[in-house]
């Protein structure tokens, strides 16, 4: 198999660059400064035991590849950027090419399947970042990450199984599950929080607001009739595999939507997260007014450009208590 790593930021570009650091076949698909940066110096990898720079190819689009039939795709854009990036691989890939979802969310899988026929959702357990070209860092040691794997909807097969084993190799915890959803939507709960830590952090306060979108969270979900991996399987599974440590010179990055403020990006993922949420509140009758407003906030702040942690957990519970 040959990794086209479509967007290589800090998932796309850790799972990569460990991948071809393992002897793996990979190719980074990359945008602006950080493609430039790849291109001209390579990619470093910094982790706390130290950095590696690696000589990964990488390109600016899918049309700049020659695919084969042996390709597997792994999408790892945020989830407003899937759109753009399946019109871009239905124009470049050949009919048939495998898409595994390295992504936050439950509905990029779904987005997917309209297009291509063999689509692949993977549970990413990862404290990784991403904040200048060039440059991603994994905060575990000596595991970065978990990367369990199923097909969508649901079932294995070989091709599943084999991609797993690659992840294995590369360094990384991964196991095929046909029950892959399950575990995804309580990755989803998980992240309901990455607005918090982006609009005003998750200190103090920000432990009312946490409770608030999961218990809405959970509401939702229940009320739609979905099947959720329990807390207590989610914590046996990472139990110890994660080891969060320090790296030396930088600063202990946040949440991908924290990140996504830091870069200035202008945009951020909370419509797949908590509109996920919403949605589902909205299709089955259970209030869901915190993920709305932190929905609302963080997409605001992505837009005027504004740095992460520019609102007080207070602030923000005044508004959704109507003080």
Same mark, same amino acid.
């Not at 939507?185 to 979108?213: F, H, S």
């Given at each position: 198999?040959?990794?086209?790593?479509?967007?290589?930021?800090?998932?796309?570009?850790?799972?990569?660059?460990?991948?071809?650091?393992?002897?793996?076949?990979?190719?980074?698909?990359?945008?602006?400064?950080?493609?430039?940066?790849?291109?001209?110096?390579?990619?470093?990898?910094?982790?706390?035991?130290?950095?590696?720079?690696?000589?990964?190819?990488?390109?600016?689009?899918?049309?700049?590849?020659?695919?084969?039939?042996?390709?597997?795709?792994?999408?790892?854009?945020?989830?407003?950027?899937?759109?753009? *990036?399946?019109?871009?691989? =239905?124009? !470049?890939?050949?009919? &048939? /090419?495998?898409?595994?979802?390295?992504?936050? @969310?439950? $509905?990029?899988?779904?987005?997917?399947?309209?297009?291509?026929?063999?689509?692949?959702?993977?549970?990413?357990?990862?404290?990784?970042?991403?904040?200048?070209?060039?440059?991603?860092?994994?905060?575990?040691?000596?595991?970065?990450?978990?990367?369990?794997?199923?097909?969508?909807?649901?079932?294995?097969?070989?091709?599943?199984?084999?991609?797993?084993?690659?992840?294995?190799?590369?360094?990384?915890?991964?196991?095929?599950?046909?029950?892959?959803?399950?575990?995804?939507?309580?990755?989803?709960?998980?992240?309901?929080?990455?607005?918090?830590?982006?609009?005003?952090?998750?200190?103090?306060?920000?432990?009312?607001?946490?409770?608030?979108?999961?218990?809405?969270?959970?509401?939702?979900?229940?009320?739609?009739?979905?099947?959720? *991996?329990?807390?207590?399987? =989610?914590? !046996?599974?990472?139990? &110890? /595999?994660?080891?969060?440590?320090?790296?030396? @010179?930088? $600063?202990?990055?946040?949440?991908?939507?924290?990140?996504?403020?830091?870069?200035?990006?202008?945009?951020?993922?909370?419509?797949?997260?908590?509109?996920?949420?919403?949605?589902?509140?909205?299709?089955?009758?259970?209030?869901?007014?915190?993920?709305?407003?932190?929905?609302?906030?963080?997409?605001?702040?992505?837009?005027?450009?504004?740095?992460?942690?520019?609102?007080?957990?207070?602030?923000?519970?005044?508004?959704?208590?109507?003080?």
């Amino acid at each position: 198999m040959r990794f086209i790593v479509f967007g290589a930021g800090a998932i796309g570009g850790v799972v990569g660059g460990r991948l071809s650091q393992a002897g793996e076949d990979v190719v980074l698909i990359a945008r602006g400064p950080h493609h430039d940066a790849i291109r001209d110096v390579g990619l470093t990898v910094e982790c706390p035991t130290g950095s590696v720079t690696l000589p990964v190819p990488v390109v600016d689009h899918p049309s700049r590849i020659t695919f084969t039939d042996d390709d597997v795709v792994l999408l790892a854009v945020k989830g407003q950027h899937t759109a753009d *990036a399946i019109a871009a691989l =239905d124009a !470049a890939a050949p009919e &048939g /090419v495998p898409v595994v979802s390295l992504q936050n @969310g439950v $509905e990029n899988e779904r987005r997917l399947l309209r297009t291509f026929a063999d689509v692949y959702p993977v549970c990413v357990m990862m404290p990784a970042a991403h904040l200048d070209p060039g440059a991603v860092q994994a905060s575990s040691t000596p595991v970065e990450g978990i990367l369990d794997i199923g097909r969508h909807p649901d079932g294995i097969d070989d091709r599943a199984e084999a991609i797993a084993a690659a992840f294995r190799r590369a360094g990384f915890d991964s196991v095929a599950r046909p029950d892959i959803a399950r575990w995804k939507r309580r990755k989803l709960l998980l992240n309901l929080a990455n607005a918090i830590d982006a609009v005003c952090g998750l200190e103090g306060a920000g432990l009312d607001l946490y409770l608030r979108v999961q218990d809405e969270g959970v509401r939702a979900l229940d009320a739609a009739g979905l099947d959720v *991996a329990t807390k207590e399987e =989610d914590d !046996a599974r990472r139990d &110890g /595999v994660l080891h969060i440590e320090p790296i030396d @010179g930088r $600063e202990r990055a946040g949440s991908s939507g924290w990140q996504s403020l830091r870069r200035e990006s202008g945009s951020v993922e909370t419509d797949d997260l908590n509109g996920e949420i919403v949605l589902l509140g909205r299709l089955y009758g259970v209030p869901t007014p915190a993920n709305a407003l932190l929905q609302r906030l963080a997409k605001q702040c992505a837009r005027e450009h504004r740095p992460p942690g520019s609102m007080t957990p207070e602030s923000v519970l005044a508004m959704l208590d109507g003080a």
